[in-house]
């Protein structure tokens, strides 16, 4: 069996592209069974996001199984494969591996570290797991993805530093004011921007939202969306009063604030303080500001040096987290190495559990005259005689099986504590099977090159 994920997002296609390869939430679960039914694919996982649109799917065989995904994508969208393929990636085994482990932990992400994303890939593999989409590998992979992007959010600072201009903004106010609680934003322009910016502040507590705007009506809208009021250009004096936050944005070519209007409203304020977050190219507030008492005044190149200085430290954290990704991948190709074992184990305890109570049936119709007590003794000490026994082969099978020839140790193991007709009744033969079919049951086979580097590796005895 082999891993692989194919997919488009926000760095290989635009937004007009990727808008035509989302799946629709109410189709999802048709969109699995489909995937499933695709030939070659054993087990699948949708991910679909405005960024991104992923198929992780595990294969019987790499030949050949990237055209069935492709040709499950074009029938479900109905767009021809030509119009898709120079958009389109795929990885391979470990590489398939890292990269979901990279972006539940939000580092292919367009804004590096959020957190979104791990939500949105823990939803995407439980509405699979409902459809009974996955099994074996999936179950075990996803929940792996999951945790290591929780431990990795919890364990590392790559949150602590805000890397959009509105975020920045909303994080120079905390640390002038503390809190925003109570606080009264002043909206100066109707822009986009601005709207962002408000709903930083108003999700920190900010209460009292107003909107100045030279076209009123545009005053109104922004105000309705942001629950905030409308007021005309002509108050916007009284308003400057009255403010504890100023965002300004619009298309003014000169000052909207001077220098002047500002220690005006500075004088009737007793000593409040006043931020001011100047967003427009040009400038809407007059730098002359910055120099007036209880005035902090920031435009968007401050805003941005901020950024680019918060993306630097993210990008510290982001390594740290490909760390523990690195470790993430061992573990789990060792998992996989080791998932042959299990019936060879199992087998064997049930087979000294068999023999063991044999012997204690034997033994017991030839000693009759022992009493209770004696029999428990007995029973202990001989279970725990076989159990000693057991210990190091099971031990040494299970690192041998980790190792490059693992599948050939566990079919040796097995033939030498005869174990293939118990092996063969337990339901966890279909594990053995599957084992035996890929790659780590092939180890001495030639194999044909592939472009992807190290694909391959994981799932196929390299």
């Given at each position: 069996m082999h891993i692989i994920a194919v997919g488009l997002?926000?760095?290989?296609?635009?937004?007009?592209?990727?808008?035509?390869?989302?799946?629709?939430?109410?189709a999802l679960p048709e969109a699995l069974r489909q995937l499933k039914d695709t030939k070659s694919i054993l087990e699948g996982v949708i991910v679909s996001t405005c960024?991104?649109?992923?198929?992780?799917?595990?294969?019987?065989?790499?030949?050949?199984?990237?055209?069935?995904?492709?040709?499950?994508?074009?029938?479900?969208?109905?767009?021809?494969?030509?119009?898709?393929?120079?958009?389109?990636?795929?990885?391979?085994?470990?590489?398939?591996?890292?990269?979901?482990?990279?972006?539940?932990?939000?580092?292919?992400?367009?804004?590096?570290?959020?957190?979104?994303?791990?939500?949105?890939?823990?939803?995407?593999?439980?509405?699979?797991?409902?459809?009974?989409?996955?099994?074996?590998?999936?179950?075990?992979?996803?929940?792996?993805?999951?945790?290591?992007?929780?431990?990795?959010?919890?364990?590392?600072?790559?949150?602590?530093?805000?890397?959009?201009?509105?975020?920045?903004?909303?994080?120079?106010?905390?640390?002038?004011?503390?809190?925003?609680?109570?606080?009264?934003?002043?909206?100066?322009?109707?822009?986009?921007?601005s709207e962002l910016t408000l709903k930083h502040l108003t999700a920190g507590g900010a209460e009292k939202v107003v909107v100045v705007n030279r076209t009123y009506e545009k005053a109104v809208e922004l105000a309705a969306r942001t629950g905030g009021t409308a007021t005309p250009i002509d108050r916007l004096q009284d308003e400057l009063s009255r403010a504890d936050i100023v965002i300004s944005s619009t298309g003014a070519a000169g000052y909207v604030l001077t220098r002047e209007m500002v220690g005006q409203a500075i004088a009737r304020r007793k000593s409040r303080p006043l931020f001011m977050i100047d967003i427009a190219v040009p400038r809407d507030i007059d730098p002359g500001v910055s120099?007036?008492?209880?005035?902090?005044?920031?435009?968007?190149?401050?805003?941005?040096?901020?950024?680019?200085?918060?993306?630097?430290?993210?990008?510290?954290?982001?390594?740290?987290?490909?760390?523990?990704?690195?470790?993430?991948?061992?573990?789990?190709?060792?998992?996989?190495?080791?998932?042959?074992?299990?019936?060879?184990?199992?087998?064997?305890?049930?087979?000294?559990?068999?023999?063991?109570?044999?012997?204690?049936?034997?033994?017991?119709?030839k000693l009759s005259d022992l009493d209770e007590?004696?029999?428990?003794?007995?029973?202990?000490?001989?279970?725990?005689m076989l159990n000693q026994m057991m210990r190091d082969p099971i031990m040494r099978v299970k690192e041998m099986a980790a190792e490059k020839r693992g599948s050939e140790a566990i079919r040796m193991f097995t033939e030498l504590f005869a174990l293939e007709e118990m092996i063969e009744s337990q339901p966890e033969r279909a594990a053995t099977l599957a084992s035996e079919k890929s790659g780590i049951a092939d180890e001495g086979r030639e194999r044909r090159p592939r472009l992807s580097v190290k694909a391959g590796e994981l799932l196929a005895g390299s």
């Amino acid at each position: 069996m082999h891993i692989i994920a194919v997919g488009l997002n926000y760095r290989t296609a635009p937004v007009e592209i990727r808008e035509r390869f989302a799946f629709e939430e109410a189709a999802l679960p048709e969109a699995l069974r489909q995937l499933k039914d695709t030939k070659s694919i054993l087990e699948g996982v949708i991910v679909s996001t405005c960024n991104r649109t992923e198929i992780y799917a595990v294969v019987d065989r790499l030949y050949m199984c990237g055209y069935y995904v492709r040709n499950f994508l074009e029938t479900w969208f109905r767009i021809p494969r030509e119009q898709m393929k120079d958009y389109l990636y795929i990885y391979e085994d470990r590489q398939a591996i890292e990269h979901l482990f990279r972006v539940t932990c939000g580092l292919d992400s367009m804004v590096l570290g959020e957190t979104q994303i791990l939500g949105q890939v823990r939803d995407a593999f439980l509405k699979a797991q409902a459809e009974k989409a996955t099994g074996t590998l999936f179950n075990m992979l996803f929940k792996q993805a999951v945790t290591l992007a929780k431990r990795a959010h919890a364990d590392t600072a790559i949150n602590d530093n805000p890397v959009s201009v509105s975020y920045a903004a909303v994080e120079l106010g905390k640390r002038i004011f503390g809190h925003f609680r109570g606080k009264t934003v002043l909206i100066v322009g109707a822009g986009k921007m601005s709207e962002l910016t408000l709903k930083h502040l108003t999700a920190g507590g900010a209460e009292k939202v107003v909107v100045v705007n030279r076209t009123y009506e545009k005053a109104v809208e922004l105000a309705a969306r942001t629950g905030g009021t409308a007021t005309p250009i002509d108050r916007l004096q009284d308003e400057l009063s009255r403010a504890d936050i100023v965002i300004s944005s619009t298309g003014a070519a000169g000052y909207v604030l001077t220098r002047e209007m500002v220690g005006q409203a500075i004088a009737r304020r007793k000593s409040r303080p006043l931020f001011m977050i100047d967003i427009a190219v040009p400038r809407d507030i007059d730098p002359g500001v910055s120099e007036l008492a209880n005035v902090f005044l920031y435009d968007i190149d401050d805003l941005q040096a901020i950024v680019e200085t918060n993306l630097n430290e993210r990008r510290k954290e982001a390594a740290k987290i490909e760390a523990m990704i690195a470790d993430e991948i061992a573990a789990f190709e060792l998992w996989y190495k080791q998932l042959g074992v299990h019936p060879v184990i199992r087998a064997l305890q049930q087979k000294a559990v068999a023999i063991h109570d044999e012997t204690m049936a034997s033994m017991l119709n030839k000693l009759s005259d022992l009493d209770e007590r004696e029999i428990q003794i007995i029973r202990k000490l001989t279970k725990s005689m076989l159990n000693q026994m057991m210990r190091d082969p099971i031990m040494r099978v299970k690192e041998m099986a980790a190792e490059k020839r693992g599948s050939e140790a566990i079919r040796m193991f097995t033939e030498l504590f005869a174990l293939e007709e118990m092996i063969e009744s337990q339901p966890e033969r279909a594990a053995t099977l599957a084992s035996e079919k890929s790659g780590i049951a092939d180890e001495g086979r030639e194999r044909r090159p592939r472009l992807s580097v190290k694909a391959g590796e994981l799932l196929a005895g390299s």
